[in-house]
């Protein structure tokens, strides 16, 4: 019998995780993909980094607060929102070596651009006044529902793992990848032009998505054979 892998979930620290939505679903979507779910406090150092990753076999990056402008090397936009410079160090480390060590990733949402920063690509601190022409990526609706499209791209991991081109999904965020990290590709994209997807090919996983899966586990088929996937991936 496969060992279960165990998939580390990166975690919202203190008063962040009073504030955001909790990381139930997050666990609860890797036991139902048939890992055992890990929840990771922020790491403080390189080797402390290195400890935690040896202990898992996936990393998963979940929503949150804003990246603070400080790691993308820019003066702050207006609308930029609450930042936790310690969640933003660890994570972005953590990143990092899993990417040279070619550890499993999933980002999800905030993680999405965690990854693309991680990796050297940029983000819009905030979309609407970065990209005029996006439509409202922060929905009114509860978060289980869907509220736009995005469209797949045939021949990428996403769309080998999905079967389609085009799916429903919920969105919660005001930054997005702006600039696509080299040896990247998107692999969704909504109607606007804003990323909704990336991915790195010839890794055994590492893929970021905008939307929150986690909370459409119970409507949306898409959403449990994505955390299938990874969790397959993640199996020594």
């Known amino acids: 019998m496969l060992r279960k892998p165990v998939i580390g979930i990166t975690a919202a620290h203190c008063k962040e995780e009073l504030k955001t939505f909790p990381r139930h679903y997050y666990v609860e979507s890797i036991r139902k993909a048939g890992g055992i779910p890990l929840i990771l406090p922020p790491v403080r150092t390189t080797e402390e980094a290195t400890d935690v990753l040896n202990l898992i076999s996936g ?9 603070s402008p400080v790691y993308l ?72 529902y869907a509220w736009h499209d995005v469209n797949i791209v045939e021949e990428s991991l996403l769309f080998r793992l999905l079967n ?36 790195k090919p010839g890794a055994k996983f590492c893929l970021g998505v905008q939307w929150h899966p986690e909370s459409m586990m119970e409507t949306e088929a898409h959403s449990k054979v994505l955390f299938k996937g990874f969790v397959k991936a993640c199996i020594a």
């Not at 005001?174 to 909504?190: K, M, N, T, Y």
């Open 73 to 144: 090397r820019e003066d702050p936009q207006r609308e930029v929102g609450e930042c936790f410079p310690e969640r933003d160090f660890s994570e972005l480390l953590l990143s990092q070596l899993a990417m040279q060590h070619d550890l499993p990733i999933l980002g999800i949402c905030r993680g999405i651009q965690v990854l693309a920063v991680a990796a050297g690509g940029e983000i819009y601190q905030d979309i609407f006044n970065q990209y005029p022409s996006a439509m409202q990526h922060s929905q009114t609706a509860p978060r289980q």
């Open 164 to 199: 389609k081109t085009k799916i429903s999904v919920n969105s919660l965020h005001h930054q997005a990848v702006s600039a696509i990290p080299q040896g990247f590709i998107h692999c969704a994209l909504a109607s606007d032009g804003i990323i909704e997807g990336i991915e």
């Open 59 to 67: 990393l998963l990056l979940t929503g949150g607060g804003d990246i």
